[in-house]
């Protein structure tokens, strides 16, 4: 029986889904049938009223080392229009996943571990926060097939590490460490590998167990500052405020800071 490439959890009492990439024996890679599968389990996540936290994980000690050139190699043997056209499509797909986590109101972790290199690097990059084992490794990798980068990698990493640095990671696809990619800023934390899936849990749950629409909120605020001037942004948070107080949340959340207790949110 063939194995899914793509494992979806989703524990609806602790309002946490995970996201498990399931190609082991290929480091993970991205083929058409995982990349699929992501797109189809990040949708059903993002229309989970129930889930409030996302984790996106790998098996077998890695989270992905890129796409899966074996597969790309038959195309060698199309035509040059059909080879285009199965990049544009193939691509696509991967593109609509990646769009969707950016855009999901509910935040997206990213747990990774041993190689996360090519789109593993983009994928990683439009999570959240990305939590790291000691044991990854980090590499761009597309230079190495004579491409250029997918996975929205050419629009997250200028951000996050700065233009210059982006050309360098980008333009040589050096492999750096964990403690390298901390230094960065593409990682949030770094763990001792034995302790990854208990700190990540931990991670998710502690923001499965906040407000879950103020949260996804502030993560659209975010991320249109990217490309709003102030006076927009400005606007954007008066409404986005606006329209939390109307939540059954931000009422919790003031009555527990007068009684001076934990606020117990719902996610409503």
Known sequence: MTEQPVLLDIDAAAGIATITLNRPKALNALDQPLSTALRDAVSRVERDDAVRAVVIQGTGGHFMAGGDIKTFLPTLRDSAAARRLFF???IGEVHETITRIRRMEKPVVASVQGAV????????NSCDLAIAADNAYFAMAYRNIGASPDGGGTFSLPRIVGLKRAMEIALLSERFDARRALELGLVNRVVAAAELAEQTRSLAARLAAGPTRALGRTKRLLNTSLSNDLANQLLAEQDSFSTCSL??????GLQAFIDKQEPRFTGT
């Open 88 to 90: 544009e499509r193939f």
């Open 117 to 124: 290199a090519g789109f593993g690097l983009s994928l990683m």
């Open 247 to 252: 939540d059954a949340d931000f009422a919790a």
